[in-house]
């Protein structure tokens, strides 16, 4: 079984960051976007994945050789963006008699209650012999400001949109993973083409199966924007503090790929010399420096990449610092992503 990761996007919202590295490749709290889909794979023993690429392909390819160690990565370049169903199709060759697979947005960073999510959606989905299963969430949002996947009460899709479709289904937000049944390979096009629109619709409306798994356990976090970004590492930083399901499955995929990693608050940050406010959060790996001077302080909510080297000799407030960054500050950084 294979999984097919989405990573060929342009990621506009999030420039200029994303004009050096391509947004899958940036990390979230020390891990790069991508690792956030390819871990809950690895959980159920998927290790063979495909990757398209468009927008700094050695960036995504280079981000995935240093982070993806006992895998097996293929990569499918595309000259021109082919959106979600034209990448699957121009990949097809790499999909085919592989049974059925897994598509996965590359830059979204959801995170888990339950380990269990994706096995039981495909125990589901093999029942039911479905053409394809959606991974869906409860949304107050959904069906509003925004577009839903509308469920019918048999638990099939019945479309997509803000408008709701007849019959009483309920809106719900989709979190950008679906398990494809092989089959649905000979209806990918190899031109710009959408999944959810041009493949899965289509399919229902010939009697297909499209069904949908609700997932209360899930947390879905907006990255699209530096705003969002740093409010939802933020989020995370002090679900980890706590220690509660969400924060116990990010322990897991810290410890799983970038083991070595601290998080310490005001009190523990002081033991190491590290000014942080009260109510502040610092997450450090091991192998980086972080050396303050002159009266240098961290402010809000701060991660620390592997492999750096960062001396600032003002304040750092809410910032993202990328593995292997190697600099000197002079002046104050804040609500900032540094590569």
Known sequence: MKAFILTAGLGTRLRPFTEKVAKPAIEFLTLPMFA?????????????????????????????????????????????????????????????????????????????????????????HDKNDSYATLLLMPHPEAGKSLSAAWVNPDGSIAGFGKSSPKGGAKPYHFVGSILFAERSLADMPTAFANTLTDVIMPAAKRGERVDSYICESVMFGETGNISDYLEYQKKCLHHLYANDSWGKY????????????RLLDAKLAAEQNLPLEDGGLL???????????????????ISVGPKCCVEANSSLDNVSIGGGVHLKLSNPLSNSIIL
Do not use: C
């Open 36 to 124: 956030y889909s390819t871990y809950p794979m690895e959980q159920m023993g998927i290790n063979d994945f495909i990757m398209n690429t468009h927008h700094l392909p050695e960036t995504l390819q280079h981000t995935v050789n240093e982070t993806l160690k006992n895998t097996n990565v293929s990569f499918s370049h595309e000259p021109e963006i082919l959106g979600s169903a034209g990448g699957i199709g121009h990949a097809k060759n790499l999909l085919s008699g592989s049974g059925d697979f897994f598509v996965l947005n590359g830059d979204t960073v959801n995170l888990f209650g339950d380990v269990n999510v994706f096995s039981e959606l495909k125990t589901q």
């Open 283 to 301: 997450l450090i790996h091991d192998s980086s420096q972080l050396i303050l001077k002159n009266g240098g302080a961290l402010v809000g909510h």
């Open 250 to 261: 990010l322990r897991d995929i810290l410890n799983y790929y970038r083991p070595g990693w």
